[in-house]
């Protein structure tokens, strides 16, 4: 286990760049602490998916160095990544449900590759869909259900798994306020847990609400504003 | 919502319904086709020359015929003198065990179905034949044999029928050399095949990859997937490859029977050949499974 003062991800000088573009993220420096809760905000375009991706392991950077849980991932082993992976819940801006399945085999879906018994599976997939207000929808197919259902549902999928890291990619851009509010306090409720959290939203209203740091995104670069700065609210642009 | 006791668990990767399905089936039913026939063949093939090797080719004759130039007394005398020169030369053949030079009572025993009671073999200028035990394992050149024989006793031959048997042998175990090619390559093919539409598939399912493998699924997760569904696909492909290979070899079977000879009626399959070849759609299940799985590994670790 980690240090509470030990930072699990970190980042050093880091660049993006897709194809043979220009870097749309140049010289990122970062870290996160075990346990903190960051926003993520920038105009559309200004890199946040691409970042998170960094942080999930969907990707590599065109420079720098990632750590991740104290490892530097380029040296790690491709069975740790997998286990890596395990540790990080993800919620996509685009949900990536796997649409053939039913809403209650996409959340089991990270307790399966885990190789967890199906009673127990069961009795987890059941409260947490539950607990999105979506067992009656549990057994249809996720290419039938509406685009705040899905969301849902990516959200069960990223938290089954109690993981330690949570990665949200605008999670709660396609519900109302008020499941809004009930998923940011789910979120709020996983991170008193001990899960680091970072969610990429456009939302003023959960910034203003909520005041957790934020990881800001402009031109190319990275700036990081804490609740008590003057300029916290100041050029959100959403 | 329907009682979850009775959904089944779906697969996470649509395998089904790729349509290369169907392809792989008909190819892999080809496969174990010929293979069927082509092991058939080697097998038959090999019980006919294990059969040879047992009764025929452990004993070889050396004939003498007695001189035709000379009146009866001489002639016997010069085949007897030739014999002696035979026995002699035949006892210092590597591979050879055992020289039996046939007495005038055996001569007359084996000539008696023909000439009958009467006759006093000894007044007749009989050939002399001599019996030789030969180690099978020991390779003999029958050939060289045969003419190094001629100039120690110009009169003496090797019994032709035998070495006539010995070159067939030969001429089978050519065959069934091709045969083993022949098995190899469709191996070679089948597997060939099962490797461009895994990596084609991998393709196809490139997202829902992308989804396992952050979720972290490890690549042996999805190699399993693969390999099950390859194997299932290699199962039935097999099946169907030796539902038309069996009536195919029963008929081949019943075209060598025809031959006269009696040769090839050897030829009939055994009991275990036969299980040999009901077990191809097993054997071709395992090439499917084996191929895939590895197939999907590689790739993956391409893969982020
Ligand atoms: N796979 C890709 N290939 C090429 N360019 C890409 C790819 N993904 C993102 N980009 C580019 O990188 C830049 C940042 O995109 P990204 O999706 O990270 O932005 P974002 O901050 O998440 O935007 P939004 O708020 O609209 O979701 C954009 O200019 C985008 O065109
Ligand atoms: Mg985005």
């Given at each position: 286990?980690?240090?509470?003062?030990?930072?699990?991800?970190?980042?050093?000088?880091?660049?993006?760049?897709?194809?043979?573009?220009?870097?749309?993220?140049?010289?990122?420096?970062?870290?996160?602490?075990?346990?903190?809760?960051?926003?993520?905000?920038?105009?559309?375009?200004?890199?946040?998916?691409?970042?998170?991706?960094?942080?999930?392991?969907?990707?590599?950077?065109?420079?720098?160095?990632?750590?991740?849980?104290?490892?530097?991932?380029?040296?790690?082993?491709?069975?740790?990544?997998?286990?890596?992976?395990?540790?990080?819940?993800?919620?996509?801006?685009?949900?990536?449900?796997?649409?053939?399945?039913?809403?209650?085999?996409?959340?089991?879906?990270?307790?399966?590759?885990?190789?967890?018994?199906?009673?127990?599976?069961?009795?987890?997939?059941?409260?947490?869909?539950?607990?999105?207000?979506?067992?009656?929808?549990?057994?249809?197919?996720?290419?039938?259900?509406?685009?705040?259902?899905?969301?849902?549902?990516?959200?069960?999928?990223?938290?089954?798994?109690?993981?330690?890291?949570?990665?949200?990619?605008?999670?709660?851009?396609?519900?109302?306020?008020?499941?809004?509010?009930?998923?940011?306090?789910?979120?709020?409720?996983?991170?008193?847990?001990?899960?680091?959290?970072?969610?990429?939203?456009?939302?003023?209203?959960?910034?203003?609400?909520?005041?957790?740091?934020?990881?800001?995104?402009?031109?190319?670069?990275?700036?990081?504003?804490?609740?008590?700065?003057?300029?916290?609210?100041?050029?959100?642009?959403? | 919502?329907?009682?979850?006791?009775?959904?089944?668990?779906?697969?996470?990767?649509?395998?089904?319904?790729?349509?290369?399905?169907?392809?792989?089936?008909?190819?892999?039913?080809?496969?174990?086709?010929?293979?069927?026939?082509?092991?058939?063949?080697?097998?038959?093939?090999?019980?006919?020359?294990?059969n040879w090797n047992k009764s025929i080719l452990g004993s070889v004759t050396v004939q003498?015929?007695?001189?035709?130039?000379?009146?009866?007394?001489?002639?016997?005398?010069?085949?007897?003198?030739?014999?002696?020169?035979?026995v002699?030369?035949l006892?210092?053949v590597?591979g050879i065990i055992k020289v039996t030079p046939l007495?005038?009572?055996q001569?007359?025993?084996l000539?008696?179905?023909?000439?009958?009671?009467?006759?006093?073999?000894?007044?007749?200028?009989?050939?002399?034949i001599i019996d030789i035990k030969i180690d099978t394992h020991a390779?003999i050149?029958f050939?060289?044999l045969?003419?190094?024989?001629?100039?120690?006793?110009?009169?003496?031959?090797l019994d032709n029928h035998k070495l006539w048997l010995n070159?067939?042998i030969?001429?089978?175990?050519?065959?069934?050399?091709?045969?083993?090619?022949?098995?190899?390559?469709?191996?070679?093919?089948?597997?060939?095949?099962?490797?461009?539409?895994?990596?084609?598939?991998?393709?196809?399912?490139?997202?829902?990859?992308?989804?396992?493998?952050?979720?972290?699924?490890?690549?042996?997760?999805?190699?399993?997937?693969?390999?099950?569904?390859?194997?299932?696909?290699?199962?039935?492909?097999?099946?169907?490859?030796?539902?038309?290979?069996?009536?195919?070899?029963?008929?081949?079977?019943?075209?060598?029977?025809?031959?006269?000879?009696?040769?090839?009626?050897?030829?009939?399959?055994?009991?275990?050949?036969?299980?040999?070849?009901?077990?191809?759609?097993?054997?071709?299940?395992?090439?499917?499974?084996?191929?895939?799985?590895?197939?999907?590994?590689?790739?993956?670790?391409?893969?982020?």
């Amino acid at each position: 286990m980690l240090k509470s003062k030990e930072n699990i991800i970190e980042m050093n000088n880091v660049g993006i760049r897709y194809d043979q573009g220009p870097e749309i993220l140049s010289n990122i420096k970062l870290s996160l602490p075990k346990g903190s809760f960051h926003f993520l905000t920038g105009q559309s375009g200004a890199g946040k998916t691409s970042l998170l991706s960094l942080m999930y392991l969907a990707q590599k950077p065109s420079r720098g160095t990632i750590s991740i849980f104290g490892q530097n991932i380029d040296f790690a082993q491709r069975s740790q990544l997998a286990s890596f992976r395990r540790r990080i819940g993800v919620v996509f801006q685009d949900f990536r449900l796997l649409e053939h399945l039913s809403a209650y085999d996409n959340v089991a879906l990270p307790l399966r590759v885990c190789d967890m018994d199906e009673r127990e599976i069961k009795k987890r997939v059941t409260e947490f869909l539950t607990w999105v207000e979506l067992d009656h929808h549990m057994y249809d197919k996720a290419s039938t259900l509406s685009g705040g259902e899905k969301q849902r549902v990516a959200i069960a999928r990223a938290v089954i798994n109690r993981p330690d890291i949570l990665l949200a990619d605008e999670p709660t851009g396609n519900v109302d306020n008020i499941i809004a509010g009930k998923l940011m306090k789910l979120f709020v409720e996983l991170n008193k847990l001990g899960t680091t959290v970072v969610i990429a939203t456009h939302s003023e209203k959960i910034i203003r609400d909520f005041r957790y740091p934020r990881l800001h995104l402009q031109n190319r670069g990275l700036h990081v504003y804490y609740p008590a700065d003057t300029s916290f609210l100041g050029d959100i642009n959403v | 919502m329907s009682n979850p006791q009775f959904v089944p668990r779906k697969q996470e990767l649509q395998l089904k319904s790729e349509n290369t399905s169907l392809f792989l089936k008909i190819i892999i039913g080809i496969a174990v086709f010929i293979f069927a026939i082509t092991l058939s063949g080697v097998l038959a093939v090999d019980s006919m020359i294990t059969n040879w090797n047992k009764s025929i080719l452990g004993s070889v004759t050396v004939q003498i015929i007695p001189p035709s130039d000379l009146n009866w007394e001489k002639s016997s005398a010069a085949a007897l003198a030739m014999e002696e020169k035979a026995v002699e030369f035949l006892r210092s053949v590597n591979g050879i065990i055992k020289v039996t030079p046939l007495s005038d009572e055996q001569l007359a025993e084996l000539l008696n179905p023909w000439l009958g009671d009467d006759v006093d073999i000894s007044k007749l200028p009989a050939p002399r034949i001599i019996d030789i035990k030969i180690d099978t394992h020991a390779n003999i050149d029958f050939d060289q044999l045969s003419k190094d024989l001629a100039t120690v006793a110009p009169n003496a031959s090797l019994d032709n029928h035998k070495l006539w048997l010995n070159k067939l042998i030969a001429f089978a175990d050519g065959l069934k050399m091709i045969a083993t090619t022949i098995l190899f390559l469709v191996s070679a093919i089948t597997s060939g095949a099962i490797f461009y539409t895994t990596n084609m598939s991998l393709g196809l399912q490139h997202s829902v990859i992308e989804i396992l493998h952050i979720i972290g699924a490890k690549d042996t997760y999805i190699a399993q997937q693969y390999a099950k569904h390859m194997g299932i696909i290699g199962f039935i492909g097999g099946i169907i490859g030796i539902l038309f290979a069996i009536p195919a070899i029963f008929f081949i079977g019943s075209l060598a029977s025809a031959i006269e000879g009696g040769i090839i009626s050897e030829t009939s399959l055994k009991i275990i050949d036969w299980l040999f070849i009901l077990a191809l759609p097993l054997f071709s299940c395992l090439i499917a499974m084996v191929t895939t799985y590895y197939t999907v590994k590689q790739t993956l670790k391409k893969m982020l």
